[in-house]
């Protein structure tokens, strides 16, 4: 078995067919120029726009939605009742976003991202693109809520118990975990746009925010925690929901190179998104 530090350093052997990182890259899409493409600042923007539009609808549903609870909910719900209703709405969402937008960039979450990075699917530089555009996009989303509707319900915000920060890391990083695990090792890895794993990621997140999110919140996403933080203007314990869910998506790379190896071209691809058509272009990636 080729090391699991090698992966994650980025070597890889010229004679391996399940090349990682840009050599998978370059491979899937049919060599050097299709692998301009790739780094196009054209398409750059559709990802990082793809990754904002995502994000913030996020957000501004899952903040949105407790405001309106709260001010148009008949009295304040069960705690568990606002679990149920917000893990839906996430959930549902999250099914709509990636149908809609999986075949150009379907992260929505810092923790994704970074897990992909680790398998050496993406190039730093645009690893940090991403995670700004996710954070702006969540602060954005529940700013926006917050326009609309006041600060009620406390926007959704993700907090732990007193006293109980890192009993909250830990659940954070079991249950990111799984979450990540889960999309890594779907039939097609990483390729949100598959007509079934939509289905997947959002029942996945509507079962544990239903059953986590009375407790801590459940957030399995930096981003989905920064947002509700900066619209009430408490960051004080956002350091629980970034550092649970990096620590669960990078043990989730770990197992998953375990259970499948190292990514293939088809996965690599589908972590970077479809690259542009250009109507001169001989030769196109596969689909």
Do not use: C
Not at 35 to 47: C, G, M
Not at 81 to 88: D, F, P
Not at 246 to 252: L, P, Q
């Amino acid at each position: 078995m080729w090391p699991l530090w090698r992966l994650l350093r980025g070597q890889q052997r010229s004679d391996n067919p399940r090349a990682v990182g840009r050599a998978a890259l370059i491979a899937s899409a049919g060599g050097q120029r299709g692998y301009a493409d790739w780094t196009n600042p054209d398409h750059r923007l559709r990802r990082l726009l793809s990754e904002f539009i995502g994000t913030a609808g996020l957000m501004f549903i899952l903040s949105g939605g407790a405001a309106v609870l709260a001010r148009y909910g008949g009295g304040a719900p069960p705690l568990w009742e606002k679990g149920l209703v917000l893990s839906v709405i996430s959930g549902l969402w999250l099914m709509a976003a990636i149908y809609f937008l999986g075949d150009i960039s379907a992260h929505f979450n810092p923790a994704a991202t970074l897990a992909f990075a680790l398998r050496r699917d993406m190039e730093w530089q645009m690893v940090i693109a991403y995670w700004i555009v996710q954070l702006a996009a969540a602060a954005g989303g529940s700013l926006l809520a917050r326009a609309f509707f006041g600060p009620e319900g406390k926007l959704a915000a993700t907090m732990p118990p007193p006293g109980l920060a890192w009993q909250a890391v830990g659940f954070e990083v079991i249950i990111t975990f799984g979450l990540i695990l889960m999309v890594l090792n779907l039939a097609d890895g990483p390729k949100l746009n598959g007509p079934l794993v939509p289905l997947a990621v959002g029942g996945y997140v509507i079962a544990f925010a239903t059953m986590g999110g009375p407790f801590e919140g459940a957030a399995m996403n930096p981003a989905r925690a920064f947002g509700p933080d900066v619209a009430l203007g408490n960051l004080g314990t956002w350091w629980v929901y970034l550092l649970g869910p990096s620590i669960g998506a990078a043990f989730a790379v770990a197992v998953a190179y375990v259970l499948r190896g190292p990514a293939t071209f088809a996965e690599a691809t589908a972590a970077e998104g479809t690259p542009l058509r250009r109507g001169n272009q001989t030769q196109e990636p596969p689909t």
